[in-house]
């Protein structure tokens, strides 16, 4: 797979955010205007980049059995550097969006992007990878960021938690009819989907 | 065994590793919070300079209180006998729920009539019974302070 296929399908065909649906609590709190929706983005990334490298680097240090708690407690770590930096060099942000950086901790993107690719692959592919699917998420929150910050210039509802379910099932509704149309199509499998060869039925057995 | 020495390790360096991190930033956090902090009175005195404030004969009076979502710190401002107003520091009460403690909503309130005619918000009923529980403390600790 060439990097710009692998762009395409991060941003477009397999986006983490429309098209497997991860990660919709940040998106649907967060996304109500730009500059709120560039900090989470921000911070995902870097959480989601940053674990990645690490667990890959380590992947074979890390006994199968304890696997989650590792991952949890590398992901956790990465989202208190990315608060605490936050909460330092970018106070203005820091205030809005403080609770939902927190949360980034439990952000099934992350964790399902170190248990899928991370902890089988090699460093460069989990990195490569993870770029392109928080560039996929960011694209999709800053986006739809803008979308809600003029919607709420007509109507105030855009803005309201409400709003939010509104504009982003309308928006996931139109990108999937768009989806029909373009050469890729629709993909529902995730980017990579589970090794289930008999050798890993076994692993998973045991 | 393996497993416990691995996550032992790894919860060691990650603690050390952010409390090496947390050296380095705690100087300018407390800074934006002095920052925000002052920005939050000036809707209510003019200068927090005590100084200033002793000339107007006004008392601001502090308290950290148990919230919803942990502590809470609450800015109680008097003139003479009468509550200026009502403000808060910090908090972490969650998002909507703590509309109630914006300057221009409930919390308001507290500038026009009497603490006892101030009811709590169902809904957020922990947040505002943690504010009036502040401000009546406030009051008792000025009245055992001036006999």
């Known amino acids: ?206 | 065994m393996k497993a416990i020495a691995t996550l032992t390790l790894l919860a060691l360096v990650a603690g050390c590793l952010l409390a090496l991190l947390q050296l380095f930033t705690a100087d300018r956090v407390e800074q934006n919070q002095r920052i925000s902090e002052e920005q939050v009175l000036a809707g209510l005195v003019e200068s927090t300079d005590p100084e200033f404030l002793r000339e107007q004969g006004i008392d601001l009076v502090t308290k950290e209180i148990r919230g919803y979502g942990g502590t809470m710190k609450i800015v109680v401002a008097f003139h003479a006998e009468e509550i200026l107003g009502v403000r808060v520091l910090s908090h972490g009460e969650t998002p909507g729920f703590s509309d109630v403690l914006d300057p221009t909503g409930w919390i308001g309130q507290f500038a026009q009539q009497s603490v006892h005619e101030v009811d709590a918000v169902s809904g957020a009923t922990i947040t505002t019974n943690a504010v009036i529980r502040a401000v009546k403390d406030s009051l008792r600790e000025r009245e055992d302070r001036e006999p």
């Open chain 1, 1 to 206: 797979m060439t990097l710009t296929q692998r762009l395409i399908d991060s941003l477009w065909t397999r986006n983490v955010a429309t098209t497997q649906l991860l990660g919709l609590c940040p998106l649907l709190a967060v996304s109500y205007n730009v500059k709120n929706a560039v900090g989470l983005a921000v911070a995902s990334t870097f959480v989601l980049v940053s674990s990645s490298c690490l667990i890959s680097l380590f992947r074979k240090g890390i006994p199968e059995n304890i696997r989650l708690p590792c991952f949890v407690l590398v992901i956790a770590t990465f989202t208190t550097i990315a608060h605490m930096i936050m909460q330092a060099y970018a106070w203005d942000v820091y205030q809005q969006i403080a609770l939902f950086v927190q949360i980034i901790v439990t952000n099934c993107m992350i964790l399902g992007h170190v248990e899928s690719v991370a902890s089988k692959k090699d460093v460069k592919t989990s990195v490569v990878t993870a770029i392109g699917t928080a560039l996929g998420f960011s694209l999709v929150l800053i986006v739809l960021g803008g979308i809600r910050q003029l919607l709420g210039l007509l109507t105030p509802f855009a803005t309201q938690p409400v709003g939010s379910f509104f504009v982003i099932g309308i928006a996931l509704a139109m990108i999937n009819y768009l989806k029909d149309f373009s050469p890729q199509g629709r993909t529902d499998e995730p980017l990579h989907a589970p090794d289930l060869t008999q050798q890993n039925y076994e692993r998973v057995a045991q």
